[in-house]
């Protein structure tokens, strides 16, 4: 029992590093000019849909993006990392319900579009329907404040090297040792500038009465036309190696069969 529920939140975490290569790549390929597109998380989804066996491809897909909420949800409940009981500890916990409730939305999607349905709504339409709201701009100025923490945090993982404690390198040799620190340093800090950017977006619109809240295709836009495409293909390769570091860390993941009892 607790090796299948390893094993879940190991899927999981394949399923996010897949996502984030998606995006990476299609992204990376529309700044150099050689198809692709500018993606977000659906966009990503939404490539998927239009492959051959695209609906088997959502399905495993929305599958393992449940299995890491699982994760998620297990490590706000049961606290296998052993937080402690103060502003800190709660704080993580909180992050770790926000990040679930983002994927799980994210696996409603994929299920979505490979059982028919193309439109967008569910929970961007609820989203659109709080921002409509008398409270709009502060929400939006909320979110926003709460992508900066979270960007800030995913630089400091970049360079702290924190990311490392996450992944068990007991079993790996020196090339793969050496991979997972330049995926690790270089995907956290792209992830980190790309948040940044989306909360920079999303408070300005909050504090101009806008009332949206930015996504990732935003943040693209607003790299390529401000810095140009080479920066954007750059960031968009760091998005893969963020792919990466998750893919090496769901197959040597800092899990112990004993937390998942």
Not at 163 to 191: C, P, S, W, Y
Request: proline share 1%.
């Amino acid at each position: 029992m607790s090796s299948k529920k390893k094993n879940f939140a190991r899927f999981g975490m394949a399923a996010k590093g897949a996502v984030y290569c998606l995006i990476g790549v299609l992204t990376a390929m529309a700044a150099f000019g050689q198809g692709g597109q500018k993606s977000g998380s659906k966009g990503a989804l939404q490539y998927l849909a239009q492959q051959s066996y695209g609906q088997v491809l959502l399905v495993i897909m929305g599958i393992g993006l449940l299995g890491y909420v699982f994760w998620r949800l297990y490590q706000v409940f049961y606290n296998p990392g052993e937080f402690e009981d103060n502003l800190k500890g709660y704080g993580k916990r909180i992050g770790y319900f926000i990040s679930g409730l983002i994927y799980g939305g994210l696996a409603y999607y994929s299920f979505k579009l490979a059982f028919g349905s193309s439109s967008s709504g569910g929970s961007g339409g609820m989203m659109g329907g709080i921002m409509s709201g008398s409270n709009g701009d502060t929400i939006a100025i909320i979110i926003g404040m709460g992508m900066a923490i979270k960007a800030i945090y995913d630089l400091y993982r970049a360079y702290s090297g924190k990311f490392r404690e996450e992944v068990e390198e007991a079993g790996m040799d020196q090339k793969e040792q050496k991979l997972l620190i330049n995926a690790g340093k270089f995907g956290h800090t792209a992830r980190g500038l790309v948040l940044g950017l989306m909360a920079y977006l999303t408070l300005k619109s909050g504090l101009s009465s806008g009332s949206n809240v930015k996504t990732q295709t935003d943040a693209f836009s607003y790299i390529q036309a401000e810095f140009g495409s080479i920066a954007l293909g750059i960031v968009a390769i760091g998005l893969v190696g963020y792919g990466v570091y998750m893919l090496i860390k769901a197959k040597y993941p800092s899990i112990t069969i004993a937390s998942l009892r």
